[in-house]
C-alpha cells in the first residue's frame, strides 16, 4: 500500500468514527423531530436509519463549523416525506403543507417544551405502580402493546386508552410543576 | 368527520396517531384541524413530544425502585434492550459503511511487545464475541489475552486483536492457531484480517497456501482440501503449498487452491464474508457508543459537590500542559499541570489517555482543604512495574494527614496515610492484584478512605480487594501532589524507593473528598468499562 492510499484509508476510518460520534449524539433529537411528523414509534426508527444511510453518504458535504443536529433535520425531512408518499394515511395526515409547518412551528416551540418537559422525570416517578410499569413495558422496554396488554390484564385497545390516559396525566402533572417553578 | 378542538375525539385522534391506529377519517378530519387551528396545533406537538421523548430518553427510567437519582448520579448504564435497539440504527450505518469496507482500523496494542520490564507471554486479545460457542471446556473470557496456541470455534463469531495491530474476525466452526503477534494459522473456516501498516507482514498459513498481507483486509475460506483467498483491500502475497512462486493478488482479485493443484484466480466476493464485517462494524460502533454512555454519565458525575478533583484526559489541543479538572464544584482547582508524558489512546479509539513512561512525567496539582474521609478511582492500563513503589497518586513528601497510592512491584495495591506524630503512619496492602494478565489491558483502581467508619477498602474493577482498619487520625488532607508520580521533597533522590515513577497509561482520575459506597465505585467502573460484558448478535 502506498504512504498516499495508508493516509487515506486512515483519513476514511477517522472520518467514520467521526461521523458516528456525531450522529450518535444526535440521534435521539433526529428522532424526535421525524416523530412529530410521524409518532408510530417503529416508524420514526425506521425513517431515521434511512436517514443515517442518507448523511452517511453525504457526510463529505458537512461542514464541521456548522452544528450537526439542524444539518442533520434537513435530511430527516426529506426522507419523512419520501416514507410518507408510499403510506396513503400518513400523506393524508400530513397533506397540505402540514408537515413543514408542524417542524418550523416545533422549532419554535421546542425551548418552552424543554422547559416543560425537565418535569417529566419526576412525573413519571409519582405514577401509580401499575401505570408506571405499563408506561415502561411500552416505552422503554419496548414489549410490544399485546404483551403490555396481557401483563395488565387488559385487551388491546384497553391498553392503548390506558396510555392515553397515562400521558394526559403526566401532561397535567408536568403542566403544574412548571407553574410552580414560574410562580 | 370533523374534530374540533378541545375535545375527545381530538384527544382520541392524537392518541390513535401515535399509536398508529387512526382511521382514515380521522386523519383526514385531524388534518384540516391542525392547518387550521394554531392552538390545536401546538397542543398537538406537545402531546407528540412527550409521547417520543419517552420513547427516546431511557435515562427518564433509570431512577425508580426509590432510589433517588442523587444516589443514582453514577448508574447510568442502560439496560440491554435499549443498547442493542440503539446499536440497530448504528448497525444500519455499519451495513452501508461496510459496503465501503475500509481498513485501517486504529489500533492501541500495537507498541507493547517493544515494551521493557515484565509483559506477559500474550500474543493476542479476544476482543469481541457473538454467539460464540467454543469446543472444549475451557472457553476464552472476553478481554482476556491470548497465549500462542490453538482456538476452536463450534460457531458464532469472535474477534482477535493481535498485538501486531492486525484484528481477525473468526466464524466458527474454525480452528485457527495463534503463532506469535504477526502469525496465525487456520486449519479450517472462515475468517477476515484487517491488518493495518504498522502490522504489514502479517501472515495466515492454511493447508494449502501462506498468505502474507501487505497492509491490507482480505478473507479466507479454508477448508480441509482447499482454500480460497480473497482480497478486499490493498495487495496480498501468497505461495501454494505445493511449493509454487510467491503470487501477489490485488484488490479485487482472489486465489483457489484444491488439493495440490496449482492456484486458480477468481474475484473476491465480498458478501460471502458479509457477517464478519457486520462484527467489525459492530466492534467499532459499540467503541463509539460506550464513549458516548461514558461521557453522560461523566458530565453527571461532574455536579457531585464532593468531586474535588476530575481528570477526564479528554484534551482538544494536546501541546496544551494544562490538564483540565472537570469537576463543576465552584473551588475546586481549575487545572493540573502536565511535566512530560505523552498522550495516547484511551480506553476506546476516540478517547485520550496520558502516558507515563520517563522518571519526569507526571501531573501536578494543589488542592485545598481538610477532609474527614477521601476516595480515590483512576483508569489505567499497566505496562510493567519497573519500581519496587510505582505511583498512582501521591501528596509530596510525608506531610502529615496525606496519602500515598501506588502500585507495588508484585502487583500489590499499597496505601499509605500518614499520621501527625513523626514515624506514624499505616500501609494498608492488598493481596497481589495487577498480575502479568492483567499488563495492557484498561483496569479500574479505587480505594476509600473512610474517617468516618474507620475503614480502608481497595477496590479492583468496582470488586472490593481487601480492606482494612484505619488507625490514623482525621483529617485528610492533599495540598501538593502528583499522579503517576511523587516529588520527594527533600529525601535522598539517590535511593531507589525514592524513584516511583508509574509505567504505563492513564485516562481518567477521580479523587473525592467523602468515602463513596461500594455500590458508587461499583457505578464508576460498569459505566467507565471499555466494553460490555457480552455482545447479542443482532438477529
Redesign the interface.
Known amino acids: 500500500?502506498s504512504p498516499e492510499?495508508?493516509s487515506l484509508?486512515?483519513d476514511?476510518?477517522a472520518s467514520?468514527?467521526r461521523?458516528?460520534?456525531l450522529?450518535?449524539?444526535s440521534?435521539?433529537e433526529i428522532?424526535?423531530y421525524v416523530?412529530?411528523l410521524v409518532?408510530?414509534?417503529?416508524?420514526?426508527?425506521d425513517i431515521?436509519?434511512q436517514t443515517?444511510?442518507a448523511l452517511?453518504?453525504k457526510f463529505d458535504s458537512y461542514d464541521p463549523a456548522q452544528p450537526f443536529t439542524p444539518w442533520a433535520c434537513r435530511f430527516a425531512l426529506n426522507k419523512t416525506k419520501q416514507w410518507i408518499e408510499r403510506r396513503q394515511?400518513?400523506q393524508?395526515?400530513?397533506?397540505?403543507?402540514?408537515a413543514e409547518?408542524?417542524a418550523q412551528?416545533?422549532e419554535e416551540?421546542l425551548p418552552d417544551?424543554e422547559r416543560?418537559?425537565k418535569h417529566?422525570?419526576g412525573c413519571?416517578?409519582q405514577l401509580p405502580a401499575e401505570q408506571?410499569s405499563m408506561?415502561?413495558g411500552y416505552?422503554?422496554?419496548?414489549d410490544g402493546?399485546e404483551k403490555v396488554a396481557e401483563g395488565s390484564g387488559r385487551t388491546v385497545a384497553a391498553a392503548?386508552?390506558t396510555?392515553?390516559r397515562i400521558?394526559?396525566a403526566?401532561?397535567a402533572c408536568?403542566e403544574n410543576s412548571a407553574k410552580g417553578v414560574a410562580s | 368527520m370533523t374534530i374540533t378542538f378541545p375535545s375527545r375525539e381530538f384527544d382520541e385522534a392524537v392518541a390513535a396517531a401515535c399509536h398508529s391506529a387512526a382511521s382514515d377519517d380521522q386523519v383526514r378530519a385531524l388534518n384540516a384541524l391542525l392547518r387550521s387551528d394554531g392552538a390545536a396545533r401546538d397542543e398537538y406537538i406537545l402531546r407528540l413530544e412527550l409521547h417520543s421523548r419517552l420513547a427516546s430518553e431511557p435515562g427518564l427510567f433509570s431512577a425508580g425502585d426509590g432510589i433517588t437519582s442523587r444516589e443514582n448520579a453514577f448508574q447510568l448504564p442502560p439496560p440491554p434492550k435499549v443498547r442493542t435497539h440503539q446499536l440497530k440504527w448504528v448497525l444500519a450505518v455499519a451495513a452501508c459503511l461496510a459496503l465501503l469496507a475500509t481498513g485501517g482500523w486504529i489500533f492501541r496494542l500495537s507498541h507493547l511487545n517493544d515494551r521493557k520490564g515484565a509483559t506477559s507471554k500474550a500474543v493476542a486479545m479476544l476482543n469481541r464475541v457473538a454467539d460464540a460457542q467454543w469446543t472444549g471446556s475451557e472457553s476464552p473470557r472476553l478481554g482476556a489475552p491470548l497465549e500462542p496456541g490453538w482456538l476452536r470455534l463450534k460457531s458464532g463469531l469472535a474477534q482477535i486483536v493481535f498485538y501486531s495491530g492486525a484484528r481477525v474476525v473468526v466464524e466458527g466452526p474454525a480452528e485457527v492457531q495463534i503463532v506469535s503477534p504477526s502469525e496465525a494459522s487456520c486449519r479450517s473456516g472462515r475468517l477476515t484480517a484487517d491488518v493495518p501498516p504498522q502490522a504489514r507482514g502479517f501472515r495466515i498459513g492454511t493447508p494449502q497456501m501462506d498468505v502474507t498481507d501487505l497492509g491490507t483486509s482480505f478473507g479466507l475460506d479454508v477448508k480441509e482440501r482447499r482454500t480460497e483467498l480473497h482480497v478486499f483491500k490493498g495487495s496480498v502475497e501468497f505461495q501454494s503449498a505445493t511449493g509454487s512462486a510467491r503470487q501477489s493478488l490485488k484488490e479485487g482479485a482472489g486465489a483457489v487452491t484444491e488439493k495440490s493443484r496449482s492456484p486458480t484466480l477468481i474475484s473476491a466476493d465480498p458478501k460471502a464474508f458479509a457477517a464478519l464485517f457486520d462484527l467489525q462494524f459492530k466492534s467499532s460502533a459499540a467503541e463509539v457508543l460506550r464513549h458516548e454512555q461514558w461521557r453522560a454519565a461523566s458530565s453527571r458525575l461532574n455536579d457531585d459537590p464532593s468531586l474535588l478533583l476530575h481528570f477526564e484526559f479528554e484534551q482538544t489541543d494536546i501541546s496544551e500542559w494544562q490538564l483540565r479538572n472537570a469537576s463543576h464544584r465552584k473551588d475546586a482547582p481549575l487545572e493540573g499541570t502536565i511535566v512530560g508524558c505523552q498522550w495516547t489512546d484511551g480506553r476506546w479509539p476516540d478517547k485520550q489517555a496520558l502516558e507515563f513512561r520517563s522518571v519526569n512525567d507526571r501531573v501536578r496539582f494543589d488542592v485545598p482543604g481538610e477532609y474527614e474521609s477521601l476516595t480515590l478511582a483512576a483508569w489505567v492500563r499497566v505496562q510493567g512495574l519497573d519500581r519496587q513503589i510505582n505511583s498512582l497518586f501521591m501528596s509530596d513528601g510525608f506531610e502529615a494527614g496525606t496519602v500515598h497510592w501506588s502500585v507495588r512491584q508484585d502487583g500489590v495495591l499499597a496505601l499509605t496515610a500518614i499520621g501527625s506524630e513523626p514515624r506514624d503512619h499505616q500501609i494498608c496492602i492488598s493481596p497481589p492484584a495487577l498480575t502479568l494478565n492483567q499488563f495492557g489491558l484498561w483496569v479500574h483502581l479505587a480505594v476509600v478512605i473512610d474517617g468516618g467508619t474507620k475503614n480502608v477498602v481497595q477496590y479492583v474493577n468496582g470488586a472490593p480487594a481487601s480492606e482494612h482498619a484505619l488507625n490514623i487520625n482525621v483529617p485528610f488532607r492533599v495540598g501538593a501532589a502528583e499522579v503517576g508520580n511523587w516529588n520527594a521533597k527533600g529525601f535522598p533522590k539517590s535511593d531507589p524507593f525514592m524513584i516511583r515513577n508509574f509505567g504505563g497509561a492513564m485516562d481518567e482520575f477521580c479523587l473525592f473528598g467523602r468515602a463513596l459506597r461500594a455500590e458508587e465505585i461499583r457505578g464508576l467502573y460498569s459505566t467507565g468499562r471499555p466494553q460490555p460484558e457480552s455482545v447479542a448478535l443482532e438477529k
Not at chain 1, 92 to 98: I, R, S, T
Not at chain 1, 139 to 142: I, V
Request: aromatic share 12%.
Open positions: 500500500m492510499s495508508t484509508s486512515a476514511k476510518t467514520q468514527q461521523f458516528l460520534s450522529f450518535l449524539r440521534e435521539r428522532f424526535r416523530a412529530a409518532p408510530n414509534v417503529a416508524d420514526a426508527e431515521v436509519q443515517a444511510i452517511w453518504e394515511r400518513w393524508a395526515l400530513l397533506q397540505g403543507g402540514l409547518e408542524l412551528r416545533r416551540l417544551i416543560r418537559l417529566l422525570e413519571l416517578n408506571r408506561v415502561e416505552y422503554y422496554r419496548r402493546i392503548y386508552k396510555l392515553q400521558r394526559q403526566l401532561q408536568i
